[in-house]
Structure formats: C-alpha cells, structure tokens
C-alpha cells in the first residue's frame, strides 16, 4: 500500500485530477492537508485492516435514494435540513444527548413541512462527526506545545502529551460510537419516536416557558386537527406520519477511516463510502489536486463541497468538473459559508458563473461557519442576529439570480447550551459562562434552532411570494 504523502510540494507532479485512474487508495499519492502525525505507522496500518473487515455503517441503496431527494431539492420540491454538533465526542454518545439532538431536528423539520407546505429531508451532522480541521499543527500553552486537538476519533482534547498523541485505537472506537448512534437513531425511528400523532414525544424537558414554544404548540395542534380530519374522512389511519427518514454526514476529512469504510457492492457498479449517507468537503481540503478532492472524486454518494470566501469562480468550475464530470443530478451540493458581512458580494459571482457554464448544483447555507468570533471574555461566540442576517442573505440573493436556496446547514444541540448570543432569549457575552460546552465551534441551542426554523419558513415564503 503506498505510504501517505503529507509535504505539500507533491502538487509539483502536476497531477491531472479528471484523468489518473481513481481507485480507493489514490488519494495516497496527493498531499493531504490536515492529517494528523501517527507515531506508530504499523499500528496505524493494522487497525485499518481491522476496519476493512467491519460491517459498514449505511448501505448503497440509502445512498442513492438521498442522492435522488437531493436532486428533488434542487429543483425545488424538497427542502433540506442538515445539522447536528460541530464535533462529536465519544463522551456524548449517550441515549439523552442522541435523543435531545434528534427531537430538535424533528421539531424543526415539522416547523418547516408545516410552514414550506413541502417534504423536508433530515440529514444528521451525526454518526461519525469525529475530525476535525485545524488552523495550527500545534497548541502553546504556558510555554509547553503539543499536537492540536483534532477531534476524538484521531486525539483527545485534554491538554497533556499522552491525551493529544495521535492514537489509531480512536479509529475502531469512532466507528462503534457512530455504530451506536446509527443503531438508536434508526431503533427510535422505528418505535415511533417520529409518530406525527404523537409530537409530544419530542418535547425536551427543560424547555420552559417561551413565546416561541407557545407558537410551536399551536402548530402542532393544528396538525394534530388536521391528521385528525384526514383521518376521519378517509375512515382508516395514515401509516406514513409514524415514520421519518433520517440521513447522516459528517466532514470527510480523515482519509484512512473514509478509506477502510469504502466498499463495493453486490449488483452495484462503482464504489460508496459507507460510513455515512452524504459526505462532505471541508472548506481547509478542498484542493484541486488534493487528497481530498481526490479520493471523494470516485465514490457514487452526494458531496458536499463547502465553500468560503477564498473560492473563486474558476476554481469552482474547475472542482465541479473533477467531482461531477457527468453532471448527474443530486451530485453537488455546495455548502455556502461567507459570513453576514460578505455573501452579498462573494456569492453572486459563484452563481453566475455555474449559469454560464450550465451547471445545476443544490445550494445550501451554512450561516455559522463564516459568523464565528471571539468575545473579550474569550469564547469562540457566533451572534445570532449574524447567523439570521445569512441565511436571509441567502434566500434573497438566490431569488435575485434565478437560482434556488435548497437547504441549510446549521451547527445545533439539543442541549440546553449558551454557546451563541442572541435569540429569543437575548443571551448575552456573559450568559456564555453559563453553560458553554462545546470543544470546537458554538452551536444553536434548542430555542435559537427552532427560531431558525421560524425565520427559514417567514423568509422564503415571502422571497416565493414576490416572484409570483
Ligand atoms: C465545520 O463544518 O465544522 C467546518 C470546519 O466547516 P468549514 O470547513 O466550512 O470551515
Ligand atoms: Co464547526
């Protein structure tokens, strides 16, 4: 097996990314951005043989049936909703948390089927969101450094030598954990966890009192009628409202593990990733002629492709023609995340651009990613009013350029965290102290989601209202 390439000057092979032979491993001879140093390379290798033989985490035919409600979406009959943690842990792998996370996504997704009046494709930002990318190799602190922190399924985030060494167990431990979460969510779905005659299993205890609590009540009892008079009136029971679809993602950042979990299948040509449904290209990996773009070039699921303000128009097209040479519909999606203060200026160009060529991607946003800023108290914050200013950004820019916004894509927690300012409640820099648990990025927590939820339904009813 060819030894990873890690030093950046192996660009100089000028490699032709549409051309070269793709197989499951060619990605080795690219340089890999963000891969973190293994001390112990045999170790490395065995634990991925031991990963080549454990059953996969999602099967083909999920794949290609989200790739078809992607390419639904892009024309407009479906909407997409995708969030979930920044960074997963091994810690928060508990039924509560996995729960918590879960009626969050359903009580939007209800907000916005209810409010779009479309169908509404859930997609978990869960069951293998263990990597993450890092702006510095290393860490200082008090003069001593160690490696960066990158996420539980390669080091741990306590700050001493042994927890931040690089350590291949991690990966065998990542894909159990993502195991389990799969298997309750799938066991809760199953049970009628997502029953539309029963919504009050969604309810989260610590959600008090809350103006837009008594809006989502009043939502769900008009539901609840009309399920009711449905109901009636056709004299039997609808089976489907007990079920819901659910799809995972995750950033495909750590190649080996996305590797080892890439299989063919029987009476299938090609090749999946099966770790998850719908992965995705961070925006430090999206290389040309990089590791990443490379390996992700050859397998048949939906791709997410992140975007931020460094990409140009040209290196756009360029990226869709190694990862969507045929132009297959449900594909791409770009993932946009420019912050409040530029998408008027750096989207419409990357719009126009995919007109001229002919291109159709979906587009989503991610309003979080590009609205993250330290307070004087030293959180990593992202005010709310920016994440809303986006998102509506967003959908008007979309609208102006004859183009689409089909989703979002949002860090959230059912957790009650103050991670984000702003909101219903107002939370302020000083309200972070309170309950800030994130390792890497602020997330939304259940009452600040389901206003996004709100504001999605107000803003692209009203952009739909004026084109007509
Ligand atoms: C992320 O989604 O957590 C992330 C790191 O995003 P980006 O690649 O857009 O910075
Ligand atoms: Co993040």
Redo the contacts with the bound molecule.
Sequence with gaps: MPPIARTSNQSSLQVNAATEAWTSQSWRLRTVQQSPSYPDAAALESTLAELRQLPPLVTSWEILSLKQQFAEAQEGRRFILQGGD?AESFVDCTSEIIANRLKVLLQMSLVLVHGLRQPVVRVGRFAGQYA??RSAEMETREGASLPSYRGDIVNGPAFDLATRTPDPRRLLKAHARSAMTMNFVRALIDGGFADLHHPEYWKLDWVGHSPLSDEYRRMVAAIGDSVRFMETISGESLHNLNRADFYTAH?ALLLPYEEALTRRVPRQHGWFNLSTHFPWI???TAALDGAHVEYLRGVRNPIGL?V?PAMTADALLRLLDVLSPDHEPGRIALIH?FGAARIGELLPPLIEALHREGRRVLWIS?PM?GNTESTSNGYKTRPFAAIRSELEQAFEIHAAHASRLGGVHL?LTGENVTECTGGARELTETDLERAYHST??PRLNYEQSLEIAMLIVRKRNAVQAAEV
């Design positions: 920044c993450k990318p950033e961070g925006m430090r992140k931020g995340r991610d990613h860090e890497v990025d």
